[in-house]
């Protein structure tokens, strides 16, 4: 039977090429529980568009865990979400002689393909950038082939670096010092010429600062008039009895955050401020909140209870609660502008634009400043440990 099996791998490998025998060794769009602990994310969960906006009338569809398009304007798939420096996996395949692009740090609606994105070319027959070119700027180190068939493409963009790999091998590495470079913006899946088709769509944020050192709370400091208690235990942040809050001693306006957190009780209720005004014993969490309480519904994880864990307490719901107490989870905070984005367990479960008007205090109105982030102590029955903060201050908006 092993045997059997080692040989259906060989062959998917040889007919449709590496991505499709990785596929065909996991279940489609999915991570593993190793990949969601060393911060991976899902951006297409292999069933809707949550998270995507079209720029262009392209007829995108998704069958059986596949995005794809093939008629229409050319355009593109953005992600709602902007990120700067990351690691990007994409299966693409494309109809031969086709021409389409992945796009990197890009404008939603990119004018002038130098200046307001970088697009990762998909063309074998492209006169001056074919396959693995960024089009307009650079060229691959060797000729590859992208067509036909599914391929792998594996991309680190930190600073001016990018690097990319088609199917494993190194293609390009290229420092991209010229005033035009571009350091955040949306993923665009784009349709051009011929049908494009995607899927395994997976992206790990870099670049991030630990904001816990593991051994005490240098950074932070209680908010006045906390009951809860914040200790150091085991390289984690334990919260308990309350009410209280811990906040940041830094500041974050446009950030991605990512942490661990274990409920030690059932249903307990907590959270995480951020672009929190300072916390005072009057006032002392004045900011969003990105929830946690893994409760639901009906033994339906798509109603939850008190909006579930990834909701923007008071403002949405998570679609679905993706975390058990008792159990360590990774959240994903990403905030840029007026959008945010939640990640749970590597499952996008939260993503909203807050049109409210503009205030200093995010309970009452938007606000896109920056602020503190915050670990809350609910009630007296909190019980709680967080671990593995980090976060990555975005680059200013060119």
Known sequence: MLRLIALRLVVLASLFGPSAAVAADRPLNQLSAEEVADGWIRLFDGETFFGWKPNSDVNWKISEGVIHGDTGEPGLLCTKTEFADYELRCDFRLEAKGNSGVFLRTLFQPKEVTKDCYELNMCDSHPAFPTGSLVGIVKPQKAVVGEGKWFNYRVVVVGKQIDVWLDGEQILSYTDNRPEARFRGLIGLQKNAGKAEYRNIFLKPLGANPLFNGKDLSGWHVVPG?????????????????????????????????????????????????????????????????????????????????????????????????????????????????????????????????????????????????????????????????????????????
């Open 226 to 398: 906390s009951k809860s208690k914040f200790t150091v235990e085991e390289g984690a942040i334990h919260v308990f009895d309350g009410r209280g809050f811990l906040e940041s001693d830094a500041t974050f306006a446009d950030f991605l955050l990512q942490f661990d957190a274990r409920t030690n009780g059932k249903h307990l209720n907590s959270g995480v401020f951020f672009r929190a005004m300072a916390g005072t014993e009057k006032d002392p969490s004045n900011g969003y909140e990105a929830q946690i309480h893994n409760a639901w519904k009906d033994n339906d994880r798509t109603k939850p209870v008190d909006f579930g864990t990834g909701a923007i307490y008071r403002r949405i719901a998570a679609r679905r609660v993706a975390s058990n107490d008792f159990e360590w989870t990774t959240m994903t905070v990403a905030a840029t502008g007026p959008h945010i984005a939640v990640w749970v367990n590597g499952e996008h479960v939260t993503d909203w634009t807050d049109t409210r008007k503009p205030s200093e205090n995010p309970r009452e109105g938007l606000r896109t400043k920056a602020g503190h982030l915050s670990l809350q102590g609910h009630d007296p029955t909190t019980d709680l440990l967080f671990r593995s903060l980090r976060a990555a201050e975005l680059p200013a908006v060119k």
